[in-house]
Nanobody, 125 residues
Framework: QVQLVESGGGLVQAGGSLRLSCTAS????????MGWFRQAPGKERDFVAA????????YYADSVKGRFTISRDNADNTVYLQMNSLKPEDTAVYYC??????????????????WGQGTQVTVSS
């Protein structure tokens, strides 16, 4: 069992930056692929970024590539999402997720076993 707690959301102006954190409970954190998803009001939950268990590889949605960076610290059971050059269309609730599924399922919500409660990110124009 893994429990995930996100933090770091807030209100920021367009062009600004935020850093989201997701801290996991449990001693098996380092074995999980970690992902970030986001959900805007009235829309589906969309993939944002994922990182392998070792932190060696990251993968991004086209909409955030070059602006967002995912990283992890297995010693601290934490995964991060650094978000730069934020746009109003980045406004959403951001969720972190942990999964033991295949790397090929990294962009799908079904590829993850555990979810955090979400943190709100609002980007004003």
């Amino acid at each position: 069992q893994v429990q995930l707690v996100e933090s770091g959301g807030g209100l920021v102006q367009a062009g600004g930056s935020l850093r989201l954190s997701c801290t996991a409970s449990g001693r098996t954190f380092s074995t999980y692929t970690m992902g970030w998803f986001r959900q805007a009001p009235g829309k589906e939950r969309d993939f944002v970024a994922a990182i392998t268990w070792s932190g060696g590889s990251g993968y991004y949605a086209d909409s955030v590539k070059g602006r967002f960076t995912i990283s992890r610290d297995n010693a601290d059971n934490t995964v991060y999402l650094q978000m730069n050059s934020l746009k109003p269309e980045d406004t959403a609730v951001y969720y972190c997720a942990a999964g033991l599924g295949r790397w090929s399922t990294r962009t799908r919500t079904g590829g993850y076993d555990y979810w955090g409660q979400g943190t709100q990110v609002t980007v004003s124009s």
